[in-house]
């Protein structure tokens, strides 16, 4: 079982930019991918971004070019990189770890982008 933190979230002005952080510790063992998700009030949970164990990403399209996902696996951390933020990226942001068919999930941090 892993437990996964994030971090970074806040207050920004549209246009700005957030880096998040999800930091994973205890069972490291056979992590597939890693990625982000988000939910807007009234909004159903959707994903961001992805990345699997061979360092491919997938996005969503209403995020690409503007949101980058990396890992470093030394550190077992997951990044999101948003720039160009907009009011519409206003949500509540989790982190999920899939290993072994199952999945772990932060208790998620809050962005808000302002006009």
């Known amino acids: 079982q892993v437990q996964l933190v994030e971090s970074g979230g806040g207050l920004v002005q549209a246009g700005g930019s957030l880096r998040l952080s999800c930091a994973a510790s205890?069972?490291?063992?056979?992590?597939?991918?890693m990625g982000w998700y988000r939910q807007a009030p009234g909004k159903q949970r959707e994903l961001v971004a992805g990345?699997?164990?061979?360092?491919?990403?997938a996005y969503v399209d209403s995020v690409k070019g503007r949101f980058t996902i990396s890992r470093d696996n030394a550190g077992s951390t997951v990044w999101l990189q948003m720039n160009s933020l907009k009011p519409e990226d206003t949500a509540v942001y989790y982190c999920k770890a899939t290993q072994n068919g199952v999945s772990s999930w932060g208790k998620g941090t809050l962005v808000t982008v302002s006009s």
């Open positions: 990345i699997t164990s061979s360092g491919s990403t």
């Open positions: 205890g069972s490291m063992s056979s992590i597939n991918a």
